[in-house]
Nanobody
Framework: QVQLVESGGGLVQAGGSLRLSCAAS????????MSWFRQAPGKEREFVAT????????YYADSVKGRFTISRDNAKNTVYLHMNSLQPKDTAVYAC???????????????WGQGTQVTVSS
């Protein structure tokens, strides 16, 4: 069983940066791939980024590639999403999720956090 709690969201101006954190409970955190998804108002939830259990593999949605970086610290049971050059279109609730392996598909994820709001003003 893994419980996930996100933090670090907030209001930022366009061009700014934020770092999201996802703290996990449970001794098996390091065995899971971790990902970030986001859901904007009126839209379906979409994949943002994923990282393998070791941190050696990362994949990104085209919309965030080159601006966002996913990382993890297994000693701290935490995964991060560093977001740079934020744009109003990045406004969404960001949630982390855990799965046995990296995946773009929400149905592959066993555990989800409650999400944290990111709002980017123009």
């Amino acid at each position: 069983q893994v419980q996930l709690v996100e933090s670090g969201g907030g209001l930022v101006q366009a061009g700014g940066s934020l770092r999201l954190s996802c703290a996990a409970s449970g001794r098996t955190f390091s065995s899971y791939a971790m990902s970030w998804f986001r859901q904007a108002p009126g839209k379906e939830r979409e994949f943002v980024a994923t990282i393998s259990w070791s941190g050696g593999r990362t994949y990104y949605a085209d919309s965030v590639k080159g601006r966002f970086t996913i990382s993890r610290d297994n000693a701290k049971n935490t995964v991060y999403l560093h977001m740079n050059s934020l744009q109003p279109k990045d406004t969404a609730v960001y949630a982390c999720a855990a799965a046995p392996t990296e995946s773009y598909y929400q149905t592959d994820y066993d555990y989800w956090g409650q999400g944290t709001q990111v709002t980017v003003s123009s």
